[in-house]
């Protein structure tokens, strides 16, 4: 795929939806880090159920860290993993309070150093909250960039630096909200919903549906 290409298919992404947001639900930086941490292996749909009801009761590192492993269990355990993302989470709160200021940090090295943030996780806050250049590359955004054409890769990583490295600079802040958008509505795993798809004519993808 050449750039001019890539130019056009995210020309038309930005036209369709030109403010993109996360599905996740949240109203601080530090509310968008729980929601993302406990999004792991789980819809965002059923993690907007639980920091419904979590986030009204406890939405700083110190209220979430009050409520301790069990109390904040109750809150979160429809989502899965809900064991290890409570332990991670209470002992997130705690270095946010004695090692931040309860604030979220805005570098990757700070945030991939709190229990239970990977990179995609520390992606996702630095793009969404800090607004910086940074791509959080998921199973919907791995399958989109590979069945287009858009950037390929074996793995997540491989495929975080080719988007960052073919990505037109004037759509790299929103790429990767248009690209999960795209993934989880448009271009799905089992069966691509190309007439519906406006990149279609764009895309490598050779065995489009009908």
Known sequence: MNKEKRYEIFRRL????????????????????VAVM??????????????????PVANTPEAI???GEE???????????????????IKTC?????????????TRKELEALPGVGRKTANVVLNTAFRQMA??????????????????????????KALMRHVPKAFLLDAHHW?????????VARKPKCVACIIS??????????
Request: proline residues 3%; contains cysteine.
């Open 135 to 160: 791509m959080a590359v998921d199973t919907h955004i791995f399958r989109v960039a590979n069945r287009t054409g858009i950037a390929k890769g074996k793995n997540v990583l491989e495929v975080e």
């Open 38 to 55: 406990l999004s792991a292996q789980a819809t965002d749909k059923g993690v907007n159920k639980a920091t419904a009801k979590l986030f």
């Open 14 to 33: 930005r036209e369709e939806n030109p403010n993109p947001q996360t599905e996740l639900n949240y109203n601080s930086t530090f509310e968008l880090l």
């Open 94 to 106: 705690k270095i946010l309070i004695d090692e931040h200021n309860s604030q979220v940090p805005d």
């Open 65 to 67: 860290y009050a409520l």
């Open 179 to 187: 690209l999960i958008l795209h993934g989880r509505y448009i271009c």
């Open 71 to 89: 109390g904040l269990k109750e809150y979160i355990k429809t989502i899965g993993l809900y064991n290890s993302k409570a332990a991670n989470i």
């Open 201 to 210: 004519d764009l895309c490598d993808f050779k065995e489009k549906t009908d």
